[in-house]
């Protein structure tokens, strides 16, 4: 009876507590904590608690199954503090954040993510009123700059896309199109003097056709760029024009002091900070081991977590679907068993790995390269860049030289292929120079992983997952170098190719009697996302070969599973079905041109969470690129015979996140594959095989992606 008596003593406490936010914390009397040693709850019981951590944060609030549950208020030594809704150890809900720099945000939160609607306020004073997706201005928000500048309108990702207006301090002001935070597209934009410019824009610059009327009524039309020797533009003078006006005056004087306040920089977001759980004392309370999660529930260490995004939940919602979203099982959104715990791939390469010294050797021949000083390169690139004969070798002895730093290695020779080309990509990509030698050349070390196929290459993961190394051989080295024009030019061309982006080509020469020569190319990971990568395939449109043959209980989250080993269709939204089709007959087009082959579609599912019948359904938080973080449908297939390519669609659905992209794209159909072709031939049905001419393979491949991917009628 006393002890229960003590609990609505504390439930009545911490009401009066939530009143305000920002409260005093309470401190447990004596006789109060000895009370509390004698109490047990029950297993979902809700009650007051307060915490005082051997880490030094401090936790004050509801409390159930040793998590915080309901309200409560978690400081951390930092001096980072939210005061809000938890929901089974993470923030859930309405609450506030503040940081130690004086910044705060207010809204709703979700898993640990600002997610909702809710007002994050700078360090300076700058003020995001709006929509929030996963820590990131998303939707609709107006952003008020300490500068006077502000900015209504459209976000995705962080940054202004599509419809806004923004307006300077002086009085200006632009109202149209937006892509990657700048003007884009079709705009008018207004000065302080009653000047106008309306038309097309790129990179927030007037390029394309537009008018621009000065003050005076002058107007020049036509078409603009910055370039003078682009532009092909019309004088109308106005009645009593006095003043010559020159067109050059809109880029050098106009838009001068136009410029695009910068967007804030957060240290640590709230998704990123660590909760201390430690063992409960309490009889009946589920015993936790003491460990480190972070606020979003995902624990400490080399662990993958799916990322799901539930909905904003209200009190009775949160006792309705109160479900972890580590773990998925068959009934609940996944057609097979999914485990809640998924180990990152790969051995991380430590002193005494066989490959310890080569991994230091490509570190220091990428910091070298990436960090050599060199004008900013121009898209339009002349043809020489592209001679197979533009290399540059660099001598790195153990004791250092004029252009190299001293290292613990053995002395080796680096060569950069085509450097100007693979620098003028990764502008192209909008790769940061300093992120990617980060990612490379950091502290920590790479992964390696054993090839899932049967060319002997071996792959290196960054610890960050975002950059794949990969191991070929010369043949291979050729194929890039004589198609990298036509590489170039296409991704010029095309914004949603599926194709592989390639970062850089080189080689390491080791000295010494086995003179032996690695080469290799830095491609993007296609699977460089939190979510969990439950299935992947790697699908070509042939069935000679084609089947993993598991049983369903040895297939790991890891495993690459073949054509004969897919069982769904993929339903792509009509918004974006059309574009995949084009795109795959422009990717299937230049690699038959280039006499390309052996190259394959490789999918990536994660099956997105649900709670009986109810799915989880999560609005896609970017939206504008085909293959990445695409939120689509699968439907099962049945086949009739184990060796069709293509079963029956059985009705049933399931929801998922799908990441695909076109790999292996450096397999010339030389004398070695027409061989092979002739070989197969003699034994195997020769439409089944992989080995066929480009042409053959191309509409093979085609035929099978456009009939597996389909529109999503519902």
Known sequence: MKAWEATIRKTQQAKKQATNIFGSAHVAHVDDEETEQDEIHAAGEVYHEERYLSNGDYYTGHWSDGAPHGFGKYWWTDGCMYVGDWFKGKTMGKGTFSWPSGATYDGEFKSGYMDGEGTYTGPTGDTYRGHWIMNLKHGHGVKEYTNGDRYEGEWCRGLQEGNGKYKWKDGSYYIGEWKNGKM?????????????????????????????????????????????????????????????????????????????????????????????????????????????????????????????????????????????????????????????????????????????????????????????????????????????????????????????????????????????????????????????????????????????????????????????????????????????????????SFEHTLLTKFYGLHCVKLTGAAQKKVRFIIMGNLFCTDHVIHRRFDLKGSSLGRLTDKPESEIQTTTILKDLDLKFMFRLDKNWIQEFRRQIDRDSDFLEQERIMDYSLLVGLHFKETNGDATYHVPDPGGAKLGINMHARVEKMERKNEMELIGEPTGVYYDVVMFFGIIDILQDYDITKKLEHAYKSFQYDPTSISAVDPRQYSKRFRDFILKIFLEDEA
């Open 184 to 492: 884009c597209d079709k705009g008018k934009i207004i000065f302080s003097d009653g000047s106008m410019y309306e038309g097309e824009w790129d990179e927030g610059l007037p390029k394309g056709n537009g008018s621009f009327k000065f003050a005076d009524e002058c107007e020049y039309h036509g078409n603009w760029s910055k370039d003078p020797e682009e532009q092909n533009l019309t004088l109308s003078p106005c009645d009593d024009c006095v003043i010559e006006h020159d067109p050059q005056q809109v880029y050098d004087i106009y838009l001068k002091d136009c410029e695009i306040s910068p967007q804030d920089k957060v240290p640590i977001l709230p998704s990123q900070k660590k909760l201390a759980v430690w063992r409960s004392s309490k009889g009946n309370e589920p015993a936790v081991r003491q460990r480190r999660t972070s606020v979003d529930g995902r624990m400490d260490g080399n662990i993958d977590k799916e990322l799901s995004k539930m909905g904003t939940l209200d009190d009775n919602e949160k006792n309705m679907k109160s479900r972890d979203d580590t773990s998925l099982s068959s009934s609940e959104g996944s057609p097979f068993r999914i485990p809640s715990v998924v180990k990152k791939q790969g051995e991380t390469i430590s002193k005494g790995h066989k490959n310890y010294e080569l991994m230091l050797n490509l570190q220091l021949g990428i910091r070298h390269s990436v960090g050599r000083p060199g004008p900013v390169p121009s898209l339009d690139l002349k043809s020489s860049a592209f001679n197979p004969k533009e290399k540059v070798w660099t001598r790195f002895p153990p004791e250092g030289s004029k252009y190299t730093p001293p290292h613990q290695s053995s002395e080796f020779r680096w060569k950069d292929y085509c450097p100007l080309v693979f620098r003028t990509l990764r502008m192209l990509f909008k790769v940061d120079a300093a992120d990617y030698m980060l990612s490379i050349c950091g502290d920590s070390a790479l992964r390696e992983l054993s090839s899932p196929g049967k060319s002997g290459s071996f792959f290196y993961l960054t610890h960050d997952d975002r950059y794949m190394i990969k191991t070929i051989k010369k043949t291979e080295v050729k194929a890039i170098l004589r198609m990298l024009s036509a590489y170039y030019n296409h991704f010029r």
